[in-house]
């Protein structure tokens, strides 16, 4: 099943509220430090709700420690990004695929952007508009995953 990695999230809320949907689909979730708020956090406590004894989290002190677990395991890194070039309603996703999302302000570093294994974007009509919320990009980005997968029988 594809995994969620949130790469230096700033917003306790938006990381609540992907802990949400992450609990809600059994979909394990990464975070990679630095972070711009403490694991304890009552606004992120707040918006997970009661569902953190459901989440399968994994927290990786920085870039280095992430890439080592995903050594162990496998699978693609793609990252979401405005900057993509594959429609993510158009890329075919794997089951071992490793979701990428950046921060809220800067989105994927650089570094990892150039590691992953591909780069997919989510359209959006108005050209003004830099990006969606974090989380519902996630959620976005998630559910193709598990519908294109056969998960959301």
């Given at each position: ?6 790469v230096?999230?700033?917003i ?5 509220n992907?802990?949400r949907?992450c609990a809600a689909?059994?979909?394990?979730l ?6 711009g708020?403490e694991i304890?956090?009552?606004?992120l406590?707040?918006a997970g709700?009661?569902?953190?004894p459901?989440?399968k ?13 995903h ?5 693609r ?13 158009n890329?075919?996703?794997?089951a071992d695929?490793w979701l990428?999302f950046?921060s809220e302000?800067?989105?994927l ?6 590691a992953c294994d591909a780069k997919?974007y989510?359209?959006?009509a108005q050209?003004g508009?830099?990006s969606l919320n974090?989380?519902?990009?996630v959620?976005?980005?998630l559910?193709e995953?598990?519908r294109q ?5």
């Amino acid at each position: 099943m594809p995994q969620v990695v949130l790469v230096n999230p700033q917003i306790p809320p938006n990381t609540g509220n992907i802990a949400r949907t992450c609990a809600a689909t059994g979909t394990e979730l990464h975070l990679v430090g630095p972070l711009g708020f403490e694991i304890s956090d009552r606004y992120l406590k707040r918006a997970g709700l009661d569902y953190w004894p459901y989440v399968k989290l994994h927290y990786h002190e920085s870039l280095e420690a992430f890439k080592n677990i995903h050594h162990e395991r496998g699978g693609r890194w793609l990252g979401f990004t405005v900057g993509g070039s594959c429609n993510y309603a158009n890329f075919q996703f794997q089951a071992d695929d490793w979701l990428l999302f950046g921060s809220e302000t800067t989105g994927l570093p650089t570094a990892v952007l150039s590691a992953c294994d591909a780069k997919v974007y989510i359209p959006m009509a108005q050209p003004g508009v830099r990006s969606l919320n974090l989380s519902v990009s996630v959620a976005v980005g998630l559910f193709e995953a598990r519908r294109q997968l056969g998960y959301l029988q």
